[in-house]
C-alpha cells in the first residue's frame, strides 16, 4: 500500500495546480530553467532553502545543467516539457534570455505548475499579456523577479512615502550604473530582441517607481540604445511624469565601470536619498597584493563592501515567492504589474527612436499619438 | 565713458534684489583693480543697510548714479524684468555693465540690451560663474584631453533651495525654477563644449509650494554635436538642507565617464547652538574670477565673455523649455539674430 502521489493520472490530463493546503507541510518542488547567471544563483538558493525540493534543472546547454546539478542536485535536462510533466514539481522558476520567457511560461502554466519569472516579463506587451492569461487560466501563482522591491532601503523608502512623510511629491531621480556587460555577452547589445539597457536595468527603476508612484501618464527620452555605439556603451535617461504629476529622471547605464544605484525623492516637505555607494555597514579592505610598479601607477586590491545580517534580496524574493505558494496570499510583484512596467520600458524606448514623447491612457494602454506615427512612418520609409 | 587709466574700476551695485550681489560686493573689495563706491536701491531700507555694511555711499535711485563721473561701470542684481531699464539707462550714460542672469525674461529685451551697449560702446557682461568655477574648469580640461573620449550623453542638474521673495513673482523674474536654473548650465556647456542647444523637452510644474511659479523643472535638451543632455532645475532642496544645493554634470564619454559635483560640501559643521548640520565647501565659488573678468576686459577694453548674446542664447533655452512643457512636445530652439 503506498501513499498516492500529488500527480494523479487525471491530474495529468487536467493538471490542478499545487494548493496552499498541499504545500503546506512539505518542501515545494522547482524545477529550474535556465541555468546560466542568473539561473545558477536561484537554483543554488533553492538547493539551500529547507522548505525546497530542488527537483529539475533545464537548459538546453545539458552540460552546464548537468554540472550545475553535481554540484547542488537535482535532475538535468534539456527539455522542458520533459521537466513540467514530471509528477515531482509544483513550481518552475523561468531564468531564460526574456525573449523566450513568454514560451516557457505559457508551457509551465498549461501543466500547472506556479511560476516565478525573471524580470523583464517578456520583451512585448502582447508577450506579457499572454503569460498573464495563461497563468490565470490555468489557476497558477505568477510571479516575476522584479528584486528591488525586496531591498531593505527601497521597502523602507516605500514605508516613508506611504506614511506621507514628505507630502505631495515633486521630482524623483533613480539611477542604475553598471559596466558595459556586452563586452562579455555580446547578445546584450541586440536591442531588436533583448531591449538594451532600458529592459534590462532601466526596467528595475520603472517598476520600483510605479511600485511607489503610481501610474504613468507620459514618458520622454534620450539614449544610445539606437546608435552604433551601443554594441560598446549603452545609456538612457527617461523623463517620466506620473498621473499623480511628480516627474522622475531615471538613468540606466552599462557606460560605468562599477554597479551603483540611488534614489532621491523630494517633495513638499523633505528630501530623500539613498545611494547603494553608502549602504555597507562593514568594509573590506585587503593590504595583501599591491602592485607598486603598475603601469600607470600604484594598483590596490578592490574592496568588498558589505551588509552583513541583510537577506540578500535574490533570495529574499524567492522565500517570499515559495511563501505565498503555502500561504495562498498574493505575490508582491503579479503578471499584471510587470506587465505595465515592461510597458512603460517599451514606451521609453518608443521615445528615443522616435524623439517624441509617448502618452498613456488611464487603462495603461499606449495613446496613439498624431505625431509619434508621422515620425515612426518616416522613420520606416 | 571715462578712460580708465592704471586706476580701478569704479563700481556702482544697482540694487540688492538678488543675492548675488553679496558675493560680487565681496568680490569687488577684495579685487585691488576695483572700487565699489556706491550702492543703488529703491529698497531705502535694503540699501542703507548694505552700504553701510560694504561702507560705500547710498543712492536711492539709480538713474541718478549711473549718470555720475565717478562710475565707470555697475553690475545689475535687480529683479529679471529690471535688468533692461537698467542695463539701457547705463549704457545711454557710457557705463560698462555686468548683468545677473538671466539676461532678461524676452528675446526682445535681451537683444535692445546687447545693441544698447553696443551702440554706446560700453562692455556687457553676464554674471555666470559657474563657467569660472574652479571644478568646472577641471571637467572642461579632463574632455579637451580626451581623458573619456567624445562626449555621447550628459545628465546634470542644478538643484536648489527656493529663493522665495521676487524670484517666485512671475511679473518680476520671467518664471520660475527653470529660468532661475536652467541658465548657469546651458552657459556652461556652451562654453565648455562650443555647441548651441538646438531642441528641447520639458516637464514642468509646481509641485513642492502654493504659489504660482514654477518650483520643478525637467529638461531634456540635444546639443548642435548631436549630444543629448538631461537637466533638473528643481527648487527641490528644503529650506533646511545642510547647503544651498549644487551643480553636478555626468559626462558620459567613449572610454569613460566624469562626474562633476561642482560646489560639493566637504566639511560637515554641526553646532549645539545653531543649525544642526551645516556643510562647508572648499571649492571656488567663480565670483571673484567672474567679477575680475569684467574688471581687466573693462581695464583692457577687450571682448566679454561671457556676452550679451551668450546670456541671450541660455535665456531662450529657458523660454523654449516653457514653450515645450506647455505644448507636451520637443521645440526647436529659433536663435534670434543679434546685430
New interface residues.
Partial sequence: MSSPTPSSPSAQTHPVPASPAQLRDRPVRFAVVGTGGMGGHHARNLAAMPDVELTWLVDIDLPRAQALAAEIGGTPTASMEEAFAADNVDAVLIALPTFLHRDATVLAAQHGKHVFCEKPIARTVEDGEAMVAACEAAGVTFMVGHVVRFFPEYERMKEILDAGKLG????I?ASRTNPPVMERSPWFADVEKNGGVVLDLMIHEIDTLRWLFGDVE?V?????SYLP?HE??D?T?A?I?FRS???A?V?A?W???THRTSIEV??????ATYSSEQAATLIVEPTEGIDWNAPGGIRVPARHYLRPGVVAPHLKEVQHFVACLKTGEPVRVNGEEATKALAVANAVLDSMRT???V?FNEDGTVRASA?AAATTATATA | MTTIEGRPVRVAILSFAHLHAHGYALALKANPDADLVLIADDDAERGAAMAEHYGVEYVPDYRDAVVRDDIDAVVICSENVRHKEMTIAAAEAGKHVLCEKPIATTVDDALAMIAACRDNRVKLQIAFPVRFNSAVHGLKAAIDRGAIGEP??I?S?N?GTCPQSWFVQPELSGGGAVIDHTVHVVDTLRWMLGVEVEEV?A?I?T???DFEAD????L?M?LSNGV?V?L?T?W???AN?PIWGGVMIDV?G?T??LSLDAFRANIELIEIQGPSNTRIGVEASGDPEMIDAFIQAVRADSETSPNGEDGLRAMEVALAAYESAKA???VKIAHAAVA
Fill in positions: 505631495r511629491i515633486a521630482t531621480r507620459r520622454f527620452a534620450h539614449g544610445l555605439i560598446k556603451r545609456y535617461m523623463s511624469r504629476g511628480a516627474i529622471h538613468e547605464s557606460a560605468h565601470s523630494a517633495g513638499q516637505y523633505g528630501l524623439g517624441v514623447p502618452f505625431a | 555621447l550623453i545628465a542638474r538643484p523637452y516637464e510644474d509641485r513642492i509650494y518650483d520643478t523643472g525637467l531634456m540635444k543629448p538631461s533638473d528643481s527641490s532642496r528644503p538642507n558620459v567613449e569613460g565617464v507636451q512636445q520637443p
